[in-house]
C-alpha cells in the first residue's frame, strides 16, 4: 500500500486540535467537579441550618385518672448554625398534637395526658418545625402524705405521690374527706387547723385522717404543739371605717409573748363577720359589700376580740367647668 504523505502543516493542525480537545475535556471535568463539590457543600448546609428541637423531662407520661388535669411542660431548643442553644418562651411557639383525645397541649407548653395511647406534639417557630412522640401510660395514685406547712404550723397539706415519684399538691381538691378523732378539740377544713380546746387540753393527742379516692392516711396532732403561750391578743386596729362600698382593708390579730416578743397570728384566728350582707373577712382582710354598720369578731381559743366596721361611699365631688376666656 502506498503510504500518503501528511504535509507538516497539516499535521499540527491535527496535533493542536488534539491539544484542545484535551484541555476542554479537562475543563469541563473540573467544572462539573466543582458543581458536585458545591452541590456536597450545600447538602452540608442544610444539615447545619438553624433549628428547633421539643424537649421533655421523659417521653413517657403517666395518665391518672384521679388527677385529671395533671400537666407536664415541655421546651423547645432554638439551636444556632454554630450549635449554640437558647430556650424560647412557651407562648412563643406554636403547638399541636396528633391526637386530643390522647395528649392536650396547650397555648404556654403544658402538656395534659388525656388517656393512655401514643400521640405526636409538634411545634412550630417562624417556619421551623420539630415533632416529638410521647407514650402516655395510665397509672394509680401510689400513695398520699399530710405535710405540715413549714411556715404555718396550722395548715397542713395533702400531696399525692405517682409512680414515678411526682408529687402533686391535693390539698384544695373537692374529693379529699378530713376526719377527726376528736372534734370538740379541733376543726379542720382545706388543711388549716382550727383550735377549739383551752389550755386544760394541752396533754390530748388527736388523730387527723386525709382520704381521697379510697386512700387514705393518718397523722397524730399533739395539742401542746398548736396552743400558743400567749399572754394577750389584740387587733392593731378599734374602729374600721371604708369610704367605698368594694373597699378593703386589712386587720391584724397580734399575739404578745410573754417574753415581751409580739406574732402576727391572723392566718390562724377564727374571723366572722355579724352581717355577711355589709363586709366579709377572711383572714383579717375586710371586704365591703355594702353601706352600713356591724361587728367582725376574732376568736383564738379563750380570747376573743371585736372591731366594729363602718361602710359608706365617699361622697362624688361635684367637677366644676370652666369656661375657656
Known amino acids: 500500500m502506498k503510504k500518503v504523505k501528511i504535509p507538516y502543516a497539516n499535521r ?21 467537579g466543582n458543581e458536585i463539590g458545591q452541590e456536597v457543600f450545600t447538602e452540608k448546609e442544610d444539615v447545619n441550618s438553624e433549628r428547633i428541637e421539643i424537649f421533655i423531662d421523659n417521653n413517657q407520661l403517666e395518665f391518672i385518672q384521679e388527677l385529671d388535669g395533671i400537666e407536664y411542660y415541655a421546651d423547645v431548643k432554638y439551636v444556632y448554625k ?32 388525656k388517656a393512655e395511647g401514643i400521640a405526636i406534639i ?9 415533632t416529638k412522640e410521647v407514650v402516655v401510660k395510665q397509672v394509680k395514685i401510689k400513695k398520699i402524705d399530710i405535710i405540715e406547712t413549714s411556715n404555718n404550723p396550722f395548715q397542713y397539706s395533702v400531696v399525692a405521690e405517682t409512680p414515678d415519684g411526682r408529687r402533686v399538691d391535693i ?5 379529699i374527706q378530713w376526719t377527726i378523732s376528736d372534734s370538740s378539740l379541733i376543726s379542720i377544713y382545706s388543711g388549716k387547723i382550727h383550735i377549739k380546746g383551752t389550755n386544760e387540753d394541752i396533754d390530748k393527742n388527736v388523730k387527723i385522717t386525709a382520704t381521697f379516692k379510697g386512700i387514705s392516711v393518718d397523722m397524730d396532732i399533739k395539742v401542746k404543739d398548736k396552743i400558743i403561750d400567749t399572754s394577750k391578743i389584740r387587733l392593731n386596729k ?18 404578745e ?35 352600713g354598720m ?3 369578731n376574732a376568736v383564738y381559743m379563750d380570747y376573743h376580740k371585736s372591731i366594729e366596721v363602718i361602710v359608706k361611699q365617699a361622697e362624688q365631688k361635684e367637677q366644676v367647668v370652666h369656661p375657656l376666656p
Not at 238 to 255: M, S, T
Open 294 to 296: 356591724t361587728v367582725v
Open 257 to 291: 409573748l410573754p417574753d415581751g416578743g409580739t406574732r402576727d397570728i391572723s392566718s390562724i384566728v377564727t374571723w366572722t363577720s355579724e352581717n355577711t350582707g355589709v363586709v366579709d373577712v377572711y383572714q383579717g382582710i375586710i371586704y365591703a359589700n355594702n353601706e
Open 171 to 175: 390539698t384544695e381538691n373537692q374529693d
Open 82 to 113: 454554630d450549635s449554640s442553644q437558647n430556650i424560647l418562651a412557651a407562648t412563643k411557639v406554636s403547638w399541636a398534637s396528633s391526637d386530643n383525645m390522647i395528649i392536650e397541649v396547650k397555648e404556654n407548653g403544658a402538656i395534659v395526658p
Open 12 to 32: 499540527m493542525f491535527i496535533a493542536l486540535c488534539v491539544i484542545a480537545i484535551i484541555i476542554l475535556s479537562i475543563m469541563i471535568i473540573s467544572k462539573t
Open 122 to 130: 409538634s411545634a412550630e417557630y417562624n417556619g421551623l418545625h420539630d
Open 238 to 255: 378599734g374602729k374600721v371605717l371604708i369610704e367605698d362600698i368594694n373597699g378593703v382593708v386589712p386587720v391584724h390579730a397580734i399575739e
